[in-house]
């Protein structure tokens, strides 16, 4: 049974920086590309970040280059997501995602499995 857990989010002002980890277990970890999404209220889900299994490959949204870096550590199973310099417009429900593939994918239906959520809040 794939499991993936989501932990980091809370309440950071404008400006400030979070770390997300995301946990997974269930599945050859390696052998997933990784992805993060967000969805705040009454939007959509969207892409965030995705990094290859080999940690060779990383994309970013626009909105958030420069200012989010992923990245992973497979021997512990884990990838993170280090926010700095954040906006109120990056307020949302923060998911980790697994795809079994090579190339990062962007697209939400991509992935395979999902872990619950964290949220994110950012006071102005």
């Known amino acids: 049974q794939v499991q993936l857990v989501e932990s980091g989010g809370g309440l950071v002002q404008a400006g400030g920086s979070l770390r997300l980890s995301c946990a997974g277990s269930?599945?050859?970890?390696?052998?997933?590309?990784m992805g993060w999404f967000r969805q705040a209220p009454g939007k959509e889900r969207e892409f965030v970040a995705a990094v290859s299994g080999n940690g060779g490959t990383r994309y970013y949204a626009d909105s958030v280059k420069g200012r989010f870096t992923m990245s992973r550590d497979n021997a512990k199973r884990t990838v993170y997501l280090q926010m700095s310099s954040l906006k109120p417009e990056d307020a949302a429900v923060y998911y980790c995602?697994?795809?079994?593939?090579?190339?990062?994918?962007?697209?939400?239906?991509?992935?395979?499995?999902w872990g619950q959520g964290t949220q994110v809040t950012v006071s102005s």
């Open positions: 995602a697994a795809d079994q593939a090579v190339v990062p994918k962007i697209t939400p239906h991509n992935y395979d499995f």
């Open positions: 269930g599945l050859t970890f390696g052998s997933y590309v």
